[in-house]
């Protein structure tokens, strides 16, 4: 005999989710009386109408992502009332000043694509899609602004955070951010908001940014920061569904498969450069914890965007027709693993300390012994550096900046994605409209020269954006004093001379560098000196440069 | 265990006092009160511009040289964009917390309505007028929610362009819950013809003033005359109109208690939606140096958007005839939605 419930009682016949799903789809229709405005072009033709493949409604998405808010913000009075922040390592919070300063943009900046990429193809399958994606992106970005005004109201050094989103514009490091967050927003709205943002970023980027770094800010005592981004994290495959959809609609013309490939080819290039430049840092330098048994970034690098992205992902695209650019991924694999990129944006994220608003402190022993057995070869080539930034921390020495005796050589910055030529052998150069201008890779040349083209392998390509604006950060405060600069920048706390970054971990006043101690120094910008170089001292310089540096041993 | 990189051996405020250590709020924009709310510490410079902040300039740019954002994507100017706040406060917890009850609230009754066999002792006549009407009007709601999605990519701040996201999702919404509102109450009731209402909303003479300004809206470039198209004007003239001057005032009448419900959540989306709307348009309508260019462009758009909901209107009016059971009359309706027309006006200095 079965069970009486009350379930069973108060049951009544509902629609089913696909025929909700489909009479939700249905609402839309062809206008007749006035045309939609295509505002946001794309040179991409797509005329099959995408589908849903996530068969969500609204009705059961809100409750569904209260419960999850419900969940977060739980967790946030939890982590207080354990008094989390007691044993937070304040050398992996300081990284989330940079972190969370750039997020929220590129966040809401993918809330503002919906409106690019839901009239690219005819049907409202995907519109409950995109729907959900823009509130998705909403949340992503105010939860976020949440959880980093938290850290300011818990954290032990607050400065830094109390500036955030006015840092994000001006920081020499967040343009990278920038970089990111304006692509998915500006230009041909196919290769922006489905190509760049959903295919790439989201589909291939995403665990490394959401799942790999919270992995790590618990190893430091930050319980926080994963309960935020893993359910950022969950809301990403309806995202990775409303990409993949569109994008196959796309493929269905053959006339779009060359933008495709180009598109793949670029975003992901980017993305590699962008991403793990950040994460990379973020979690090999920000990290207290040195258990050797735990995945390395590239370890995580090859499990989240090798064997889950290229593998899974791109390599399927080939039987649809669309040539996979194999080689670039083994190119930014190997950038990881041989050329040591990761390290060296540690590195210049170290060397450029006076003008971050963060702190940054020196790796020390037991790093050093971590470091080379996840990255045989580190230590020979980035250990002095490190005793030099810890040497040169107190007050009063000069500058790491601007220091002559460690050898280290101020690098060039790509016009593509934004992070310097760190690999000075990859170094490129090439003219746009005359200009010269310096490339970390052949890749990154090709970007801005042949993809942000108005044509592109004889194709037109009205839609397709440009790079713009003042792109090399250091152009900026060419010839300006350091101090000066940092004023400029605001990077002062309120007594108006303690400076908000510091190159240690010291929470006194009277390890604190001010204005004073990095004043008499003046900022370069290398791509103006070199566009004022003739031919054969520039010539001479790009072989020196391609040669890179040594650092100096630090006794 | 301690914190091993803190000189101090702790993570935790008020552990060390050094310059700034104290420094707990966000420092880098004037709220608009004394101290800032939530919604402006999560909100506000989120989407930086040149003017705020972005000393690169953008550093992206579509063919034509427009920035990723540009002031010039409304027609409209302003002393300074910056200074809206929405009044609804509205943040991803307080949008999910206020969507997720209306969910629950309208689910509910249409449950329990139909545990209690309501949708049966609806008047014939008056299932009929729900079965295309209210179908036909749903697609109103939708294509209102669409033009919205496309409006939240163009103002030049956050606190624009998030009250015009969290407008589009209301009204996303409604079209859904109404859509499956009446597919779950036709799955009870005899004949019941689930495309009527889309047939209707193509077809029939009665809506295609709706659809036209509909349209119309759809199809407008400017963001800001989209935002202010349907909450200063179509909302005030055919969507309360229709909502609270038909659906809402019918549904007792014709022994239905469960459409009322469902509509009524729209209402007070509206209310939320149409504040946010008439602070930013007052701010612009009194701008010290705009103002009067503004109101002169808005008075256009009151021209143009209430020639066509006027039509609109009219042509709806047969509709208020089709239920047994009449309560108000369509021009009192109409009476009650010109005198709101004419309020919402007055508050931004603008008239008929």
Redesign the interface.
Known sequence: MSTLTLNKI?A????SVA??TR??A????N???????M??PSDYKITKAPRDPMKQ????Y??M??EK?NRV?GALDAALRG?M?????????EWMKLFLAII??PE??A??????V??LAPGEDL??G??MQ??DE??H???Q??LK?WY????????GF?????A???CYAT?IG??FG??F???DAMTSACMYLTVVAETAFTNTLFVAMPSEAARN?DYALPTVFLSVQSDESRHIGNGHSLMMAALKEPENHLLIERDMKYAFWQNHAIVDAAIGTFIEYGT?DRDKNKESYAEMWHRWVYEDYYRTYMLPMEKYGIKIHHDDVTLAWERITKKNYVHKVGQFFAVGWPVNFWRI?AQTEKDFEWFEHKYPGWYAEFGDFWKWYAKLSKPGQKVITFNEEVGYVYPHRCWSC?VPCLIREDMVVDTIDGQLHTFAHEIDRWTAVEAFA?EYQGRPT??????????E?ET?YDGVDLADAIVDLNFV???GK?L?PQPH?????K??WTLDHVRGHTLGSPLNALRGMDEATRKAHLADYAKGFTINPCN | ????????G???????I????????????EPRAKRAT?YE????????DPE????????????D?R??YEKNSTKAQSSNWHAFRAPDQE???T???R??R???M??AVI?NG??SGAQLAFDAAWGKTLQKHLGAW??AE?GL??AL??????GYT?MI??AT??N??YK??L???I??YL??IG?DIAGWD?EAG?TA??EDPMWQGT??AV??I????DYLEQYFAINLVFEPLVGELFRSGFLMQFGAANNDFMTPSVIAAAEGDYERNLANAIDLIWLLANDEKFGAANRTLFQSWVKKHGALADKAARQLQPIWSKPHSKPISFEEARAVSEERFAKILGEVSLSR
């Open positions: 108060t009544q016949k509902g629609i025929d909700a009479k939700c249905d609402l839309g229709w206008p007749s009386y006035v045309q939609e405005a505002t946001y409604v609204l009705r059961s809100f409750s992502q209260e808010d913000y008094d922040f007691r044993n937070v390592e304040p050398r992996w919070v929220p943009f809401i900046s809330a503002r694509s919906m409106a690019m839901s009239r519109r409950t995109f729907t823009m509130v909403f949340r970005s105010t939860i602004m949440n005004k300011m109201e818990n954290y032990i050094d607050p400065a109390d500036i955030t989103e006015e994000f514009g001006k343009t920038r970089q304006e692509g927003i500006t230009g005592g207290t402190e934004l108005d009205p839609a397709m954006g440009r790079f713009s604006g003042k792109r950060w900026l706390r309120s007594d303690t908000i971990l010291r929470f006194d006043d390890d604190m | 265990m301690v914190a091993t990189s803190s000189s101090v702790s993570g935790a405020a008020g552990a060390a050094f310059a700034d250590s104290e420094s707990r709020r966000y420092r880098y924009f939530h510490d999560v909100t506000v410079d989120v989407q930086p705020r902040y972005l000393i690169q300039d953008w550093i992206i740019s579509f063919p040289g920035g990723a943040w991803e917890r949008h999910y917390q969507q997720s209306i969910e629950v309208v689910q449950a139909r545990k749903k697609h939708f929610g669409c999605m496309q409006a939240q990519r163009g956050q362009n998030n996201l969290t589009s999702s996303l919404r079209s859904q819950d859509t499956l597919a779950e799955m689930d889309k909303w193509l659809r036209e349209e119309t759809m199809g407008t470039e």
